[in-house]
């Protein structure tokens, strides 16, 4: 079964302290793995999208990283209005546009 | 360009009612995704139209049911609500290309009483 896992589910970070969020995923064939930002009460904000193993990208203070089996979201110097629920998808090939979800990681970042 | 929009933004409504929540996707957006988000369950997949055709349906019971309008805009509808129906439901839109990026609305809070 495809399955999204990410890890920590919670992190508090002081404002510049670097770190990383881990996204781990089975699924065959992956079309596209999402990175979103999701803040209390609101929609998914999209951040990244991911298609092959060795693929970045990069966003101001975050960088985005892709292996066969998990995925890296790097995020530099964080400033408090970093503070988030961070969300990671997958797409399978044969889902159309199902995106499969992990439970996220909800960050903290205080002065 | 203007977002996906969702309406209404808040809902409440008693076990046992039917509730119809609107989507109105990206410009020149043709796919439209339904989720239903949840503290416990996180985010779930309810279906997807593309050309007002259903494409793919999650796991949920067949009291969750959805159209699309030529003019891609959607709806989904919610029969004889329970209590766990409430959550915040999200529509996500695409303009449909292999591996396209979905863009999520604000969703619609629904609270079943």
């Known amino acids: 079964e495809d399955q999204v896992t990410q890890s920590p589910e919670a992190l508090r970070l002081q404002e510049g302290e670097s770190s990383s969020l881990n996204c781990s995923y089975t699924v065959s064939g992956l079309r596209g793995l999402f990175w979103y930002r999701q803040d209390p009460g609101k929609g998914p904000e999209f951040l990244f999208t991911l298609y092959s193993a060795g693929e970045e990208k990069e966003k101001e203070r975050l960088k985005a990283t892709l292996t066969k089996k998990e995925s890296f979201l790097h995020i530099t110097a964080p400033k408090p209005e970093d503070s988030a629920t961070y969300l990671c998808?997958?797409?399978?090939?044969?889902?159309?546009?199902?995106?499969?979800f992990g439970t996220g990681t909800r960050l903290q970042v205080f002065p | 360009k203007a977002g996906v929009t969702q309406t209404p933004r808040y809902l409440i409504k008693t076990r046992g009612q039917q509730v119809t929540l609107s989507c109105s996707p990206i410009s020149g957006h043709r796919s439209v995704s339904w989720y239903q988000q949840t503290p416990g369950q996180g985010l779930q997949f309810l279906f997807e139209?593309?050309?007002?055709?259903?494409?793919n349906k999650g796991n949920f019971p067949g009291r969750f049911s959805g159209r699309q309008f030529s003019n891609s805009r959607s709806e989904m509808n919610v029969s004889t609500l329970e209590l766990g129906d409430s959550a915040l439901y999200l529509c996500?839109?695409?303009?449909?290309?292999?591996?396209?990026?979905?863009?999520f609305g604000p969703g619609t809070r629904l609270l079943v009483l």
């Open positions: 139209y593309f050309s007002e055709t259903q494409r």
């Open positions: 998808a997958v797409q399978a090939p044969y889902s159309t546009d199902k995106l499969i």
């Open positions: 996500a839109s695409a303009h449909r290309d292999p591996q396209e990026t979905q863009y």
